[in-house]
């Protein structure tokens, strides 16, 4: 009886789970170098708390742009303490990138990052799969080298602008 149900299991459980992680980019590859970035001017909400309640905090930012009607650039977060180190929590700087001449949204802090060296990280994904693949890129990178991640580390997220297409997903740790 078994074995005359797993094709059924299979097409009705197996295959629309790979058909989503592919259109979400899962299947994409991941590029990791070492190079230079920035300068970066961002606005951003101080955030310290779980990792998966971030968004909420990246929203509140994207509400203060809209309120200020200020152009609000790619998702940007600069991420100040390793969430493996406190069980998932961090301490985190969660905005939008800003042009040089936009003013500062009310509510909203300024943050610049110089041009620096960097190991930078680079993956065509969705916004919720993105990170995970990124970062562990990053780490089978580094532990090749006998490193680690080192924090701050700084996410930049570009969408598409396309419904349906998966935006780009960039991560930066300073070398």
């Not at 100040?80 to 929590?89: C, E, K, M, Y």
């Not at 969660?94 to 041009?115: C, F, H, S, T, V």
């Not at 680690?148 to 991560?171: A, C, H, N, Q």
């Amino acid at each position: 009886m078994l074995k005359k149900q797993w094709p059924a299991f299979v097409l009705a459980f197996i295959l629309p789970l790979l058909a989503v992680y592919w259109w979400w980019g899962g299947f994409n590859a991941v590029s990791v170098s070492e190079t230079e970035a920035g300068p970066y001017r961002y606005a951003y909400l101080e955030y310290e708390g779980p990792i998966n309640n971030a968004r909420k905090t990246q929203r509140k930012a994207l509400d203060e742009f809209n309120a200020a009607k200020v152009t609000a650039g790619d998702t940007f977060s600069v991420i100040l303490t390793d969430p493996r180190a406190a069980n998932g929590s961090v301490r985190a700087q969660l905005g939008y990138m800003l042009a040089e001449d936009a003013p500062l949204p009310d509510g909203l802090k300024e943050g610049r990052i110089e041009r620096r060296p960097v190991y930078a990280v680079e993956v065509n994904a969705a916004v919720l799969l993105a990170p995970s693949r990124a970062y562990q890129a990053l780490s089978d990178n580094l532990q090749t080298r006998g490193q680690d991640i080192v924090m701050p580390t700084m996410e930049r997220y570009r969408p598409s602008g396309k419904i349906g297409r998966v935006g780009t997903f960039t991560l930066e740790m300073n070398r």
